[in-house]
T-cell receptor, first 113, second 114 residues
Framework: EPEVTQTPSHQVTQMGQEVILRCVPI?????FYWYRQILGQKVEFLVS????????KSEIFDDQFSVERPDGSNFTLKIRSTKLEDSAMYFC???????????FGQGTRLTVV | GQQVMQIPQYQHVQEGEDFTTYCNSS?????IQWYKQRPGGHPVFLIQ?????EVKKQKRLTFQFGEAKKNSSLHITATQTTDVGTYFC??????????????FGKGTTLSVSS
C-alpha cells in the first residue's frame, strides 16, 4: 500500500520557538493536507495544498502557520512562535485527486513546553 | 465552517454485540468516507460511498449513504476485540477557494470487552 512518511515522529519544543514538520508524499498524489489532532479529540482540518499553493484553509490555519514544498517533493508545515495549545499530533495526508481515498502519515507528535 | 456531526462519541459493547455509528452533514455531500484509527495510530481509509442510498459491505461492516446524501452510518455485526478504535466519517466540501477540504466528524470510539 502507498505510504506517506512524516518526520520527526516526536518533536519537543519550547514555547515561542519555530518548528517545521515534514512529509514525504506518495508519488503522483498531488493533493496535500495537514490535520491536527489534540489528544483524544477529533481530526481537525488545517489546510489543503495543490499545484504549489494553498487551495483551502481552516480558521485554525492563521498567520502562525505556513506550508510549502521547498524542493518539489517534500511538503512542510511551519509553525512560528509555538504556543502550549499547539501541542497535538499533526498528520499529513495525501490524495491522488479530490474526492478519493486520503492516505495519512504516521503523524508527528508535537509537545510545546 | 463546515461541520460533520457524528454520534455517539463513545460506545462500549460486549464482544459479539452489534455497533452502529451515525454521521450527519448540514449540506449535501458529493461523497462520504469512513476511516478507522486504532489507539496510537493514524486514520486508515475504510470505504467511500458516492451514490444516494448506496450500501456497501465489508465482511461484518455495513456502510450506508442516505438518500439525500447528507447522512451515513456504519454498522458492525458481532463485534470483535479487533474492532476497537475510533471510527470517523469524513466529507468533502468545496470551500471559498479552488480546492476541497476533507472534513472529519468527531469520531465514535468503540471499546469491546470479551
Amino acid at each position: 500500500e502507498p505510504e506517506v512518511t512524516q518526520t520527526p515522529s516526536h518533536q519537543v519544543t519550547q514555547m515561542g520557538q519555530e518548528v517545521i514538520l515534514r512529509c514525504v508524499p506518495i508519488s503522483n498524489h498531488l493533493y496535500f493536507y495537514w490535520y491536527r489532532q489534540i489528544l483524544g479529540q477529533k481530526v481537525e482540518f488545517l489546510v489543503s495544498f495543490y499545484n504549489n499553493e494553498i487551495s483551502e484553509k481552516s480558521e485554525i490555519f492563521d498567520d502562525q502557520f505556513s506550508v510549502e514544498r521547498p524542493d518539489g517533493s517534500n511538503f512542510t508545515l511551519k509553525i512560528r512562535s509555538t504556543k502550549l495549545e499547539d501541542s497535538a499530533m499533526y498528520f499529513c495526508a495525501n490524495r491522488r485527486v479530490p474526492n478519493t481515498e486520503a492516505f495519512f502519515g504516521q503523524g508527528t507528535r508535537l509537545t510545546v513546553v | 465552517g463546515q461541520q460533520v456531526m457524528q454520534i455517539p462519541q463513545y460506545q462500549h459493547v460486549q464482544e459479539g454485540e452489534d455497533f452502529t455509528t451515525y454521521c450527519n452533514s448540514s449540506t449535501t455531500l458529493s461523497n462520504i468516507q469512513w476511516y478507522k484509527q486504532r489507539p496510537g495510530g493514524h486514520p486508515v481509509f475504510l470505504i467511500q460511498l458516492v451514490k444516494s442510498g448506496e450500501v456497501k459491505k465489508q465482511k461484518r461492516l455495513t456502510f450506508q449513504f442516505g438518500e439525500a446524501k447528507k447522512n451515513s452510518s456504519l454498522h458492525i455485526t458481532a463485534t470483535q476485540t479487533t474492532d476497537v478504535g475510533t471510527y470517523f466519517c469524513a466529507g468533502d466540501y468545496w470551500g471559498n477557494q479552488a480546492g476541497t477540504a476533507l472534513i472529519f466528524g468527531k469520531g465514535t470510539t468503540l471499546s469491546v470487552s470479551s
